[in-house]
């Protein structure tokens, strides 16, 4: 069974970093994207960062030179490290076997996870 479970969120300084966790499991990095999205109340859920099955990273501007994503082949995991946080980062971190942030034409949201807070501030 497909299942995502992040982990690593918190609340951090301004300027600190945080490495978040996606924990899958029923598939593997060979034939499925993963990707982190993010998504603060009252707002549509945004695209962080995505590592595709053959290993190809889409970013979107504001993760650029800032959030980097990797993955352990081996333990299934997927990495997001994020550095120089800023308070408009605060937001609920998703983990999902898709780069695009909409509803998927297969599985709908049935695969995503259940989300980790990050809360930036001084």
């Known amino acids: 069974q497909v299942q995502l479970v992040e982990s690593g969120g918190g609340s951090v300084q301004p300027g600190g970093s945080l490495r978040l966790s996606c924990k899958v499991s029923?598939?593997?990095?060979?034939?499925?994207?993963v990707g982190w999205f993010r998504q603060v109340p009252g707002k549509e859920r945004e695209a962080v960062s995505c590592v595709m099955f053959d290993g190809t990273i889409r970013d979107v501007d504001f993760a650029k030179g800032r959030f980097t994503i990797s993955r352990d082949k081996a333990n299934l995991v997927v990495y997001l490290q994020m550095n120089n946080l800023r308070p408009e980062d605060t937001a609920v971190y998703y983990c999902a076997p898709t780069c695009s942030a909409e509803r998927h034409p297969t599985w709908g949201y049935k695969y995503w996870g259940a989300g980790t807070q990050v809360t930036v501030g001084s």
């Open positions: 029923g598939f593997t990095f060979d034939y499925w994207n």
